[in-house]
């Protein structure tokens, strides 16, 4: 299982990102974790998988940005290691 922790700044608070990004996790399928804002004005995603093609793709939408509103203006992806999700969650 391959694990990422995506760290995503710009303008991605209030504007759908989190419920875009969970829609995106659930139509792309196979993928299993969290996603939430950060006090920062980052929102902080947390995802696991065993399909490497599927969480490339996930990674690579994640940087256009999901919401027709965000901007995205970076994404800091590196390898976690995390408890094991069973599906996808959006946090408050």
């Known amino acids: 299982m391959k694990k990422m922790r995506l760290l995503v700044s710009g303008r991605v608070q209030g504007v759908g990102f989190r419920y875009s990004t969970y829609l995106l996790a659930q139509e792309i399928g196979d993928l299993y974790g969290r996603v939430w804002n950060n006090d920062d004005g980052t929102v902080e995603i947390l995802v696991q998988s ?25 994404v800091d992806a590196t390898m976690a290691n995390f408890s094991d999700y069973t599906d996808f969650q959006m946090a408050n």
Not at 56 to 66: H, T
């Open 50 to 74: 065993d399909n490497a093609a599927k969480l490339a793709k996930f990674i690579q939408e994640v940087r256009k940005g999901p919401s027709r509103f965000a901007k995205v203006s970076y």
